[in-house]
């Protein structure tokens, strides 16, 4: 039962473009979601992260967007740089207490083209 | 702040045989957490750890797997004996207690059993 879904294993993108890299969740208890950045041969880095109360969330180049009754959420990297190339994981979790569990997606490999 | 330390990063051993990984997690951070991550999957939880205690283990194969984490601080996992379908990359992460903070992981140790 894979409750975190990313549906698009890769994505090749121009460098200077818009990058749309998507995930679908099927738990409704989830309320907090976190996008995980991971280069070969290194554990994953925390990316950015959104909260059910909101509906956007934006760091310098990285906006994470949230709708709720579709159950989706996108991350945009823009403009796209060499740099962000590399496999981009979902992550959900719910908010009970002093349990942080999160569930992965499988992943999106994103090559950016120089 | 130094990161999670994870040792060994490659091992391979033959299927029956045993294994050790062992895990140093951020300083303070009283959360943390295993992670096995087959190829082509996301990280899946297979253990937390709220200090020295188990929050969740509900993913772990028990008749094989086994975590401890002494004294709250340093962590190991073994595995005994091993099974073909081990082969993975076992992530150790972890957090500051409470709130939806995100992980920080480990470089990874990568297990293949032949």
């Known amino acids: 039962d894979q409750q975190v879904k990313q549906n698009s294993p890769s994505l090749s993108v121009q460098e200077g473009r818009i990058s749309i890299l998507n995930c679908d969740y099927t738990?409704?208890?989830?309320?907090?979601f976190l996008w995980y950045k991971k280069y070969p041969a290194e554990g994953p880095t925390f990316l950015i992260s959104?909260?059910?109360?909101?509906d956007k969330n934006e760091d310098g180049r990285f906006t994470v967007f949230l709708n709720k009754s579709a159950k989706h959420l996108s991350l945009h990297i823009v403009p796209s740089q060499p740099g962000d190339s590399a496999v981009y994981f979902c992550?959900?979790?719910?908010?009970?207490?002093?349990?942080?569990?999160?569930?992965f997606g499988t992943g999106t490999r994103l090559t950016i083209i120089p | 702040e130094a990161g999670v330390a994870q040792s060994p990063r490659y091992k391979i051993i033959e299927k029956r045989q045993s294994v050790a990984f062992w895990c140093n997690p951020i300083?303070?951070?009283?959360?943390l957490y295993w992670y096995q991550q087959i190829l082509g999957q996301g990280p899946k939880l297979l253990i937390q750890?709220?200090?020295?205690?188990?929050?969740?283990d509900s993913q772990l194969p028990k008749d094989r797997f086994s975590a401890e984490r002494l004294k709250g601080v340093d962590s190991t996992l073994k595995i005994q004996p091993a099974k073909l379908e081990d082969s993975a990359v076992y992530l150790c992460?972890?957090?500051?207690?409470?709130?939806?903070?995100?992980?920080?992981f480990g470089n990874g140790t990568r297990l293949t059993v032949t």
């Open positions: 992460a972890s957090s500051p207690f409470g709130g939806n903070s995100p992980l920080h």
């Open positions: 738990n409704s208890m989830f309320d907090y």
């Open positions: 959104i909260s059910s109360i909101k």
């Open positions: 992550a959900a979790g719910g908010s009970n207490f002093g349990n942080e569990k999160l569930t």
């Open positions: 300083s303070g951070h009283a959360t």
């Open positions: 750890f709220q200090n020295n205690g188990v929050v969740d």
